[in-house]
């Protein structure tokens, strides 16, 4: 169900329940109940939470990526943004949005990870590139990321947890402290990660979107083992993230998904990736970090969105089975053996500028011809 048609039945609830003792006092014909109904829907106006309309969204997205590029600094390569793009385009054109403006932002870390923010902001790091062997793995991680965006996975939860409310007759985008808020609240969940249903349902509609643009779907769990791989000689508890049961259960699930919908697209793509990316990923324990008080983005104090016993099921925090930002202060010692999240930890580069890229419809369609992907 979509939001507004949910919150009008919400409201229709309310205004049905309320109002049906006065339909015991007499009415009067061809008066209309206007003032009454008018006070029921300022009353579920207060109720509500924050609603946000795509234009907000897109400017929510716009702060919340600015602020990752604070944090991590961006590759400052225009083929490489472009070739990102291409992929991440076609992708797009297979989502359930396929007219929102997507960009997509390479950032300039060692860390392996990516970072969905709200209207169509998709940023993916050095690293992970650098951890990739095809562009089948990088469309099954693209697709992933992109269908958090599409499933206003942030929003919900900022909307689910009560994180920002808004009065009745104000305007979000009107009130710069209660926007600041909510940028806040925002970039904290963007770099937290999402919760297990949130991620299982980016997995599956990954594969279906991967699948629909003509890419071989099982690039994402190759992409995932590897990543775990990566960290099963690191000793503290991301040496236990090799038999961590949810990997294992995300993996059997994409598998079985796989199977139960007969996904039959075979393209991978190995050398044209390795034409266009040329990064290597840097073992875990080669990786610099930066201390605790700088790593954290908007540093507020949002609530977990959902479940946070069983946050690690994500990308973004894949490989921090519990490990906590605090220790890297007070532990010395190569952060990998403490437990820390060091690609999350990871320092970034110091050039914070968006490259930006414009794809043509031409250029999009030899791209896609030259990959024999689906049109
Ligand atoms: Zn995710």
Do not use: C
Request: glycine share 10%.
């Amino acid at each position: 169900m979509s939001r507004p048609t949910a919150m009008l039945t919400a409201m229709a609830a309310l205004v049905v329940g309320l109002a049906a003792p006065a339909a015991a006092r007499p009415q009067i014909p061809g008066i209309p109940k206007s003032k009454p109904l008018t006070e029921l829907m300022k009353r579920a106006g207060q109720l509500q939470d924050l609603v946000i309309t795509q234009d907000e969204e897109m400017k929510l997205g716009a702060s919340v990526s600015e602020r990752v590029r604070e944090r991590y600094g961006v590759v400052q390569d225009g083929a490489v943004h472009r070739y990102v793009t291409l992929v991440g385009t076609l992708l797009v054109k297979k989502s359930t949005r396929p007219n929102l403006p997507f960009r997509f932002i390479v950032l300039d870390t060692d860390g392996v990870n990516a970072f969905a923010a709200p209207g169509g902001y998709i940023h993916i790091t050095r690293g992970a590139l650098g951890l990739m062997s095809s562009e089948a793995e990088l469309a099954g991680v693209l697709a992933h990321e992109i269908s958090h965006v599409t499933e206003k996975h942030t929003i919900s939860a900022i909307q689910k947890n009560k994180l920002i409310q808004i009065g009745a007759e104000e305007s979000i985008t009107k009130n710069p402290e209660l926007w600041g808020k909510l940028v806040d609240v925002t970039s904290d969940l963007v770099m937290a990660g999402f919760g297990r249903g949130e991620e299982l349902e980016s997995d599956r509609d990954g594969l279906a979107m991967a699948d629909a643009a003509g890419y071989s779907p099982g690039g994402l769990g190759e992409f995932l083992e590897r990543l775990s791989g990566r960290n099963q000689n690191t000793s503290g508890k991301q040496g236990l993230f090799a038999s961590h049961p949810e990997m294992k259960e995300r993996l059997a699930t994409l598998d079985k998904e796989i199977k139960a919908r007969k996904y039959a697209s075979t393209v991978v793509l190995a050398d044209r990736y390795k034409a266009n990316i040329s990064y290597t990923a840097k073992p875990v324990t080669e990786i610099a970090t930066v201390e605790a008080g700088s790593a954290g983005l908007a540093g507020s104090t949002a609530k977990p969105a959902e479940e946070p016993k069983k946050k690690g099921f994500g990308l973004s925090t894949l490989l921090k089975p519990g490990g906590s930002e605090k220790k890297s202060a007070e532990v010395t010692g190569s952060a990998a053996s403490r437990g820390v999240d060091t690609e999350r930890n990871a320092k970034g580069g110091p050039v914070k500028t968006m490259v930006a890229v414009k794809v043509s419809p031409a250029e999009l369609d030899a791209f896609r011809k030259e990959g024999n992907l689906k049109s």
